[in-house]
């Protein structure tokens, strides 16, 4: 309610006179919740601002244990709102945390759900490069099962093969995924011929291609396709 709201506020104000700012930022992000389940207009608005000031403290004061839940809740805001950008920069911008907790295997996850959320935006570039970026950032990302969910994923889109796109959400790994992002995993598909039925003029896409020679391929194929025979006569 607004006067339950306003009396976390109130709180998050005396916390700080009394020089505690952790529990300010505690109390902020309750106060965020609140107001995101108005999730509409200015409540949802303000709830937002709450949640990034929150971080904001857990940063300044290096608590960085404590600030799991905000980057949490504003990442599934972000993702509902269907704010594809915002949720990727959050959820990048806890790698420094994780970095100072020691958390490699989060900074792994976080990676992957950049992936899935380019994958589920339509944008198979931009997946295959989150890819590269931790692989060259971040030596255990390749060997890691992360890493590897990820990349048979963007392979999978590339290849735009319906049963390994299949086959590949099927990872359990992607399932300790935030939640709202272990959800757009389930509903990740491409449309087109699985590869084992391909014609050879349809399997111009071949394993290892990028992203760019990919959409490269289809295009000369489609091409190609559109072209009319020469006539015998």
Do not use: C
């Not at 960085?64 to 980057?71: E, I, P, R, V, Y």
């Not at 809740?73 to 420094?96: F, G, N, S």
Request: cysteine-free; proline content about 3%; hydrophobic content about 40%.
């Amino acid at each position: 309610s607004t006067q339950s709201t306003w009396g976390l506020q109130r709180a998050s104000e005396m916390y700080v006179l009394d020089g505690k700012p952790d529990r300010q930022a505690d109390v902020m992000v309750r106060a965020a919740k609140f107001l995101l389940e108005v999730s509409e207009g200015d409540a949802r608005a303000n709830g937002i601002d709450l949640l990034r000031s929150a971080l904001e403290v857990y940063e300044e004061e290096d608590k960085h244990h404590l600030s799991g839940d905000a980057f949490r809740i504003l990442i599934t805001a972000h993702l509902k709102a269907k704010e594809w950008k915002e949720a990727k920069d959050v959820i990048l911008r806890q790698v420094p945390k994780f970095l100072s907790l020691e958390q490699p295997h989060n900074i792994y996850r976080a990676y992957a759900e950049v992936v899935v959320i380019n994958l589920y935006a339509g944008d198979t570039i931009a997946a295959e490069r989150a890819v590269e970026e931790a692989s060259s950032s971040h030596s255990g990302f390749v060997t890691s099962d992360e890493g590897r969910a990820s990349r048979r994923l963007v392979e999978a889109f590339t290849e735009r093969d319906p049963e390994e796109v299949e086959k590949a959400t099927k990872d359990v790994t992607l399932t300790f995924l935030l939640p709202e992002v272990a959800r757009m995993v389930r509903r990740l598909q491409v449309s087109g011929a699985a590869k084992s039925e391909r014609t050879p003029a349809s399997s111009a896409v071949e394993p290892g291609m990028s992203a760019e020679e990919a959409a490269q391929a289809a295009e000369v194929t489609a091409d190609l396709g559109e072209l009319e025979e020469p006539s015998l006569l």
